[in-house]
């Protein structure tokens, strides 16, 4: 993909999006509840959840396709929320392309500012950039079934571009598309993004296009955020058992702890002790990249199942009422059944209230 020129920028206001309690109800159904959270100007945010969590709604409240039942809504510094779609400066990168079958690729692309009637001259300006910028140069006279999915897909992505608004939301615009253009997309989208230095929301359940393309993530479940940070962060230091289990691939493990006279150790086993102190109620996560193949020592683990990825192995480990998944470079030549020692490093361990599913300080 071609870079823009930094003139591409000039006159588009960089927007900052607030939200404050913004809630959205349907009769007894809460599908958004008292979100508040902060974009920043110029930076890629990414909605991330599972289905149903309400990352898609909140971006329809942001975009003006919904109304909010509660809160406010600003952009720039402006309470939009009120406000119809057209007013909001925002476009919008819908998860079906949502093409014109009959026209062409140029003429996809301009439609929304021949409905603006912007002058003719303005509307082949902004094609021509659009068209350099996301290498459609050569494909503007074809129709959309002529097209590849990511062809397609940079359509849908040309048609937002040429609107020059300072804000742009995606809902999930990837999730028709095989795995290699997702990954070939996701790069283009967040160089885009770079060159344009627009405001991005992108909403997804997939947690690679969140660590890999936000800065930062706004984890969501059930209409509330759960955590909002950095990908790095939301990996290293999740601030509940729910975020540990979301983020990772295989996610982290959660182990119940319970006391004994050495200290906490794994519920149904009586040792070795993990930490001091006392283990009642809490669970004990760790990465299964932080667990450890030990020669000697550590915990005795039986082995449920070995999966060899190329280059890893992931093994499904029984210890004592618990189970643990552990991910080592390379190929490892043990069967299901068999027997292992692992170590469960201190330092890798994260501490959560078996209750509430929130951090605990260690």
């Known amino acids: 993909m071609r870079l823009a020129h930094p003139a591409w920028r000039r006159g588009i206001q960089l927007s900052e999006i607030v939200l404050e309690g913004v809630s959205k109800r349907w009769g007894d159904t809460t599908a958004v509840d008292g979100v508040s959270l902060r974009v920043p100007a110029g930076s890629f945010v990414v909605l991330l959840g599972p289905s149903g969590c309400g990352k898609s709604t909140t971006l329809r409240l942001v975009a003006g396709l919904e109304g909010a039942s509660a809160g406010r809504i600003l952009i720039d510094g402006r309470?939009?929320?009120?406000l119809p779609p057209s007013a909001r400066g925002v476009s919008m990168v819908f998860q079906s392309y949502?093409?014109?079958?009959?026209?062409s690729v140029a003429e996809n692309i301009v439609f929304g500012l021949r409905v603006r009637r912007l002058p003719r001259e303005e509307r082949e300006r902004r094609l021509e950039r659009a068209a350099s910028l996301l290498g459609l140069g050569g494909l503007l006279e074809r129709k959309p079934s002529q097209l590849s999915g990511g062809q397609q897909q940079?359509?849908?992505?040309?048609?937002?571009?040429?609107?020059?608004t300072p804000v742009c939301l995606m809902d999930e615009p990837l999730s028709n598309l095989d795995a290699q253009l997702r990954q070939e997309m996701?790069?283009?989208i967040r160089a885009l993004q770079r060159q344009l230095g627009i405001t991005l929301v992108y909403v997804t359940h997939d947690q690679v296009e969140a660590m890999t393309?936000?800065?930062?993530?706004?984890?969501m479940r059930g209409g509330r955020v759960e955590q909002d940070a950095p990908p790095a962060e939301l990996y290293a230091a999740p601030a509940t058992s729910f975020a540990a289990r979301f983020i990772g691939m295989p996610p982290m493990n959660l182990l119940q702890l319970a006391d004994s006279p050495a200290g906490p150790v794994i519920r149904g086993t009586t040792g070795p002790a993990l930490l001091p102190g006392p283990g009642q109620g809490l669970v004990a996560g760790i990465r299964p990249e932080s667990v450890v193949l030990a020669d000697a020592g550590g915990i005795e683990a039986e082995?449920?199942?070995?999966?060899y990825l190329g280059a890893d192995t992931v093994l499904a480990c029984r210890i004592g009422a618990e189970t643990l998944s552990l991910r080592a470079p390379g190929q490892l030549g043990h069967a299901a059944g068999s027997h292992v020692r692992v170590a469960l490093p201190a330092a890798a361990l994260h501490l959560f209230d078996a209750r509430t599913g929130l951090r605990v300080a260690r």
């Open 213 to 219: 393309m936000a800065d930062r993530v706004v984890l």
């Open 79 to 82: 309470d939009v929320t009120a």
């Open 98 to 103: 949502a093409l014109f079958p009959h026209l």
């Open 303 to 307: 082995i449920v199942a070995a999966e």
């Open 186 to 188: 996701r790069r283009e």
């Open 154 to 164: 940079r359509v849908a992505l040309g048609r937002a571009i040429v609107a020059e």
